[in-house]
């Protein structure tokens, strides 16, 4: 199987894969879709049987959850038990966007999409396209990254083409993610709420809304049930090793590179401050110093990297601000 690739760019198009879009998930399959943060590989969230296809076409370990996505707050509430507070407060500033709430799972939700836990993550996505088949569908889709398990998550349909083409039937073309890194998710089970995955919403934004809320925890140990994705280890990672680095100048990062027994000539900078020339070096881009355009464009870089066929990737370590907390933690799981 190849996939269609289906463009978005005029009206008709944009309503025709909304159409053929809508079509195989009601059959039970599974397709590729853009939204803001990443693309999704997505199935009926209702539907266990469609959601495994997820699992085996990922090689997604069944204890790791999957968010569910929705296109109205009534659809919401129908996946959930309850609807605190905070969880209304929270849809109202920041839905639709790139933010997904845990909540107590009602019967409506396989225990497949939860990892057999009695919580699920909730998001209504920002992106038109996902937005439109949703209400197409009329029921919510399980959505998790269109990678292979533990890899870099794509940003483009070309990334899902290139490591997913020949699994899917179709891929909607909806342009590049404008985020480009995961949600972040907010669990609202405990009191304070606890921000168990950070993501481009961060929480002193969070906390504007709610009275008090939880930074993610230090503690690296898993909880025998995730409640949500992206707590892994090992995750977002690269073919190529990824090491993080600070350096003062290029002697330094040569030096640093050396020191680690590691290839210079094949190695691939990421950098945002300190510019390395490229002498005896493999390849250099350069991101902006600003953590949304860095968010939006590290991992198109990681690909580009894996494509040109880097044996190390070297990114320039980052602030330890609360607004690059979570390009941080992408960066620190893809090097684990």
């Not at 049987?49 to 968010?67: L, M, Y």
């Not at 899917?168 to 993610?177: F, H, N, P, T, Y």
């Not at 960066?331 to 684990?336: E, G, K, M, P, Q």
């Amino acid at each position: 199987m190849t996939a269609t690739v289906l463009p978005t760019h005029t009206r008709d198009l944009f309503q025709t894969a909304v159409r053929r879009a809508a079509e195989l998930l009601r059959a039970g399959e599974v397709v590729a879709l853009p939204t803001e943060t990443v693309y999704g590989l997505v199935a009926n969230a209702l539907k266990a049987e469609a959601v495994a296809k997820i699992f085996t076409i990922k090689g997604r370990p069944v204890h790791n959850p999957i968010i569910v996505h929705v296109a109205s707050l009534e659809m919401a509430q129908a996946c959930v038990t309850g609807w605190p507070l905070a969880a209304a407060q929270l849809a109202n500033s920041f839905w639709p966007g790139p933010l997904t709430l845990v909540l107590p799972k009602s019967k409506a939700i396989p225990d497949l999409v939860t990892a057999g836990g009695a919580t699920v993550g909730v998001r209504w996505p920002s992106h038109p396209f996902i937005q439109a088949v949703i209400r197409e569908c009329g029921f919510p889709l399980a959505a998790p990254s269109a990678n292979l398990s533990n890899q870099i998550s794509p940003t483009t349909a070309e990334h899902v083409h290139n490591r997913l083409g020949d699994q899917l039937a179709l891929i909607v073309d909806g342009g590049q993610s404008q985020v480009g890194i995961e949600s972040t998710v907010v669990d609202l089970t405990t009191t304070p709420p606890r921000v168990l995955r950070p993501g481009m919403i961060h929480e002193e934004s969070l906390a504007a809304v709610v009275a008090s809320i939880q930074p993610p925890t230090a503690n690296n140990q898993q909880p025998p049930t995730l409640r949500s994705p992206g707590l892994l280890k090992k995750h977002y990672s690269p073919k190529a090793r990824l090491v993080i680095l600070k350096w003062a100048n290029d002697a330094d990062l040569r030096r640093q590179i050396e020191d680690r027994s590691l290839q210079r000539l094949n190695a691939h900078i990421i950098t945002h401050t300190h510019i390395p020339a490229g002498t005896g070096l493999g390849d250099v881009s350069v991101i902006p110093h600003d953590a949304e355009a860095f968010a939006r464009a590290i991992y198109g870089e990681l690909h580009r990297c894996d494509a040109a066929g880097a044996a190390l990737i070297v990114v320039e370590a980052l602030p330890e601000t609360i607004e690059w907390r979570a390009i941080v933690d992408r960066l620190n799981r893809a090097a684990s």
